[in-house]
T-cell receptor, first 113, second 115 residues
Framework: NAGVTQTPKFQVLKTGQSMTLQCAQD?????MSWYRQDPGMGLRLIHY???????DQGEVPNGYNVSRSTTEDFPLRLLSAAPSQTSVYFC????????????FGPGTRLTVL | ELKVEQNPLFLSMQEGKNYTIYCNYS?????LYWYRQDPGKSLESLFV?????AVKQEGRLMASLDTKARLSTLHITAAVHDLSATYFC???????????????FGTGTRLKVLA
């Protein structure tokens, strides 16, 4: 099992550009989520999904879109990148909400100039 | 609003010593999670605590949960250098007003164990 994979590992964008961060898991997990990690602020939930076709907003959803067309994949789209979106992004998955021990991907370090 | 606070934020300790990291949260929840993050790496699950009085141990780390006090502790026994990392607690649950699911991390405790 590869677990949770994320691509790319690093990305530099210019303000206003759009891009998609990819996330995939091979554990047949229903729950998937995206976090951003900023220094001194821990991790903050951006969006989550409890299954294919079902997504919802987390703490900091503005500027990001998600969709979940398959159980395996949960891409995160930045619509129009801003310097405030410079961060490390982690994707995670788990079996579900009742026992939400999350397994994290390796992260994507994004810089917006 | 669900808030999670950890203390201390930074901890420098000598090898062989004991110490405790505290995690307080603001609303009722029966579930608490501990994660470890090495510098530049991702997060790794350490413990899942699912009820009041739950205690889990793995090696030199022991976690406990008191849901009435809204407090979890991560106790380090006879610290070794390999335990140097950042430790996060997290709490989840439904926000009753909005019905939105929340998974809130503490800001983390950066632990440095000195030889």
């Amino acid at each position: 099992n590869a677990g949770v994979t994320q691509t790319p590992k690093f990305q530099v964008l210019k303000t206003g550009q759009s891009m998609t961060l990819q996330c995939a898991q091979d554990m047949n997990h229903e729950y998937m989520s995206w976090y951003r990690q900023d220094p001194g602020m821990g991790l903050r939930l951006i969006h989550y999904s409890v299954g294919a076709g079902i997504t919802d907003q987390g703490e900091v959803p503005n500027g990001y879109n998600v969709s979940r067309s398959t159980t395996e994949d949960f891409p995160l789209r930045l619509l129009s990148a801003a310097p405030s979106q410079t961060s490390v992004y982690f994707c995670a998955s788990s079996m579900g909400l009742v026992y939400n021990e999350q397994f994290f991907g390796p992260g994507t370090r994004l810089t917006v100039l | 609003e669900l808030k999670v606070e950890q203390n201390p934020l930074f901890l420098s300790m000598q090898e062989g010593k004991n110490y405790t990291i505290y995690c307080n949260y603001s609303t009722t929840s029966d579930r608490l999670y501990w994660y470890r993050q090495d510098p530049g790496k991702s997060l790794e699950s350490l413990f899942v605590l699912l009820s009041n009085g739950a205690v889990k141990q793995e090696g030199r780390l022991m976690a406990s949960l008191d849901t009435k006090a809204r407090l979890s502790t991560l106790h380090i026994t006879a610290a070794v250098h390999d335990l140097s990392a950042t430790y996060f607690c997290a709490v989840d649950g439904l926000a009753w007003v909005s019905g939105t699911y929340k998974y809130i991390f503490g800001t983390g405790t950066r632990l440095k164990v000195l030889a």
